[in-house]
């Protein structure tokens, strides 16, 4: 046998070595992928380690899949009698939240009937179970007074004030204790005029924060002040929302986790609240599918279900309208479509598929579009979208859905049909990469009534598609806010505010407030900080650039906005808001408000069926069963 030359024992030892190398580069780059279908080929379970481990993704990274669910073949189950009773099962069966804050507002109502008066109130701590830093105080005057109540802050700028208007049965609102204390609240009696009648004080005292919270804050500069009394943070790992003030002091949170997106702000002063309670599998991730809305008392007014989950953003179209909801196709992609939301009914009215728009290369990929903002503006009825994944900022006709124009860096759409779209550069600078928030104001901030201007944080960051971009990008790992003015006329665009900070690669936030002239950059994913701390919040006077304050947040997060509370909505129970509607939603509230006072004046012995006056609510009670009878079979069918 012809023995092997040593040179070529060394070309054979130094060609198995490489192989070997490829094959270990391999399985360090997709071990969670071979262990994953390692474990599915033998039937084994995949342990809770590498479930915690992964956190994303199961199988090999950078898949392509070809995936599509008809989300519109709803099946629907209806009880018929009561075998289903008969059926045994370990799924927990709970309330809604709306049902749950239904029966606590009749329990108010039932102990407000109990004769506090302004010298010996009650005081409910969390009266809707997730919200531990509110309170309700209960009591009744003689005469009708207006009410303002203080919670006493550290400093006189930490104070967090509000005032109910006048009546002579009192439900006060209480948000913005600390944790952990014994706070004091200041109650003043205002009469008609406004002057202060009497007032005093009280003590509520409450208990530490969780301790996922206790050090999730720390100012780095504050100057005593802020344009916001406070400012919320919430969604990715920061699963408890909680709330600053000018210190840095948090002075509202809830114990209830929220979806990965965490909530959105509405005009009348509540949030739209992403539930934890149901999700639909997606391509990429799962989404939630149940959205509440919410007060920041903690008290639910209604539940939104989407079919296809939500994601990122969920936005009035109108203030007090229907929303405007970001969604996804399920048709090959995720992330790529808009739908709007009827604000009563929650049936879905209109929609947009980004790829019935827009055909490009990149459709081959899951998440080729990211959507991540979505805004209305209604003088020329259009929706203005951050895509992520494309680094553009497109305006689209929402009911025609023809493309206006689009904000990026020309590169990108050059010699494709969208080219012709894409805004020109008024002057020499460098553009946004896989921004988020880009809304425009309402604000003139350039003085010059032909153009809108359009804020958005920008990034900075390649994330996908990097051969295409790559080429241009400049790589400063650095953040900014950004304005540009676009005349829309002419298909120009400016760049007139930049305002670095650190460097946050995903999610993240620009708020221009024009009450104060302050520009807010949440930056929610900073990556390489020394001390591990993954937020930063600034707040900066826009004309100046001056920094103005600064914290530090422990974990990722989603946005942070501010916390705005209209306290007589909240001095409110929730059939009042319904009470004057002459709908059925409206007439459901009226009844379920005479049931609940009848029922318990009767228990409690202030009254009976003889009294006179509940002989009058029932005759409205029964008026009110006519209408639904009437709804059901016409209006032509016998009384």
Not at 379 to 400: A, F
Not at 475 to 494: D, M, P, R, W
Request: charged share 25%.
């Amino acid at each position: 046998m012809k023995k092997w030359s040593k040179k070529k024992k060394i070309t054979i030892l130094l060609l198995f070595l490489v192989l070997l190398a490829l094959f270990a580069g391999l399985c360090w780059k997709k071990r969670r992928g071979i262990y994953n279908t390692y474990m599915k080929l033998t039937n084994q379970e995949i342990p809770y380690s590498v479930k915690e481990k992964r956190k994303k993704k199961y199988g090999y990274y950078g898949q392509k899949l070809n995936v599509t669910m008809d989300v519109d073949d709803t099946i629907s189950i209806q009880e018929n009698d009561d075998s289903a009773n008969d059926i045994q099962t370990e799924i927990p069966q709970t309330k809604t939240l709306v049902a749950t804050s239904y029966e606590i507002d009749q329990q108010l109502q039932a102990e407000q009937e109990n004769g506090y008066t302004w010298d010996d109130p009650m005081v409910i701590l969390n009266p809707y179970q997730i919200s531990p830093l509110t309170a309700v105080v209960l009591f009744d005057t003689e005469e009708e007074y207006g009410v303002r109540f203080t919670v006493k802050g550290k400093t006189a700028a930490a104070d967090i004030s509000g005032e109910i208007d006048a009546a002579s049965s009192h439900r006060v609102p209480i948000i913005g204790l600390y944790p952990g204390e014994d706070n004091t609240v200041v109650l003043e009696l205002l009469d008609d005029s406004g002057r202060v009648k009497d007032s005093q004080e009280i003590t509520i005292i409450t208990e530490a924060l969780p301790e996922s919270l206790t050090d999730v804050i720390e100012p780095v500069e504050t100057s005593g002040e802020s344009a916001y009394d406070l400012t919320m943070v919430y969604g990715q790992r920061t699963h408890l929302p909680f709330a600053y003030d000018c210190m840095g002091d948090i002075r509202w949170y809830m114990n209830k986790e929220t979806g990965n997106y965490g909530l959105y702000m509405l005009s009348n002063c509540r949030m739209i609240w992403q539930d934890t309670a149901g999700y639909v599998p997606n391509l990429e991730k799962p989404q939630s599918t149940n959205l509440y809305e919410l007060d920041y008392l903690g008290r639910a007014y209604n539940m939104y279900y989407l079919s296809g989950g939500s994601h990122h953003e969920v936005i009035e179209k109108e203030p007090g309208g229907n929303l405007l909801v970001l969604t996804s196709s399920m048709q090959s992609h995720c992330e790529d479509k808009v739908e709007e939301i009827d604000r009563q009914t929650g049936a879905v009215v209109n929609e947009l598929k980004l790829q019935d728009i827009i055909k490009c290369k990149y459709e081959n990929l899951v998440d080729w579009a990211h959507i991540n903002t979505v805004s209305y503006q209604p003088e020329t009825d259009t929706v203005l979208l951050s895509v992520r994944n494309l680094e553009s900022v497109i305006k689209v006709k929402w009911t025609t859905k023809e493309i206006q124009w689009i904000l990026c860096d020309p590169r990108f759409w050059e010699g494709t049909d969208y080219e012709k779209y894409v805004l020109k550069a008024d002057g020499d600078f460098i553009y946004q990469f896989q921004q988020h928030t880009a809304y425009q104001l309402e604000t003139d901030l350039d003085g010059d009534d032909q153009t809108i201007e359009v804020s958005m944080f920008d990034n900075h960051y390649v994330k996908v598609r990097k051969s295409d971009v790559l080429q241009y990008f400049d790589g400063e790992k650095e953040s900014y806010l950004l304005v540009y003015a676009v005349n829309e006329a002419e298909k120009t665009v400016k760049q007139i505010k930049k305002i670095p900070t650190v460097w946050s690669t995903i999610t993240s936030s620009a708020i221009y407030d024009a009450d104060s002239n302050h520009i807010f950059g949440m930056c929610g994913h900073v990556k390489d900080s020394e001390d591990k701390r993954r937020g930063m919040n600034y707040e900066f006077d826009y004309d100046t650039e001056e920094l103005i304050n600064q914290f530090s947040i422990k974990s990722y997060y989603y946005r942070a906005s501010e916390m705005k509370i209209d306290w007589n909505d909240y001095e409110e129970t929730i059939y009042s808001e319904f009470a004057d509607k002459n709908n059925g939603y409206g007439k459901y509230y009226q009844m379920g408000k005479i049931l609940s006072d009848t029922t318990q004046r009767i228990y409690m012995g202030t009254s009976s069926l003889d009294d006179d006056d509940v002989m009058e609510q029932l005759t409205q009670l029964e008026e009110l069963l006519r209408f639904f009878y009437r709804d059901y079979y016409g209006n032509n069918s016998k009384k």
